[in-house]
């Protein structure tokens, strides 16, 4: 198994929850080492020029855009971790809803307010 390379993504997933990595890892390693280097040090390892909390809110409005509801909680989860706020996040969804359609804005809304309960964060 990959170690080093689950350590990474377990690093760039900054405590949001994906497991099907660690069954990635264990199926297939040899794929997974690449894709962390696409994933891990090419995209949200990487200091790049767009800093980390925004590549999490482009992510965030890509998912809601093409309604993926997992990947529109663990890119919000991860945005609020490095400082956006629920605004922020929020802004990034109805920003999806032009080219994605209402439909990527309700999910990510309504999973928005999820996360932020579980937290006990309040929106402002």
Known sequence: MPEDAKEAFKKVGLGA????YDIIAKLDPEYFEKLKGLYVDATFGREGALPRKTKELIM??????LVRPRGIRLHSERALTL????????EAMEVAAIPGGMPGLWTGVETLQEILKAKGIEFK
């Not at 400082?83 to 922020?88: D, I, L, N, S, V």
Request: charged fraction near 15%; hydrophobic fraction near 40%.
């Open 60 to 65: 965030v409005g890509i998912c809601c855009a």
């Open 17 to 20: 929850e994906n497991n099907a």
């Open 83 to 90: 400082g956006a706020t629920p605004k922020e996040v929020m």
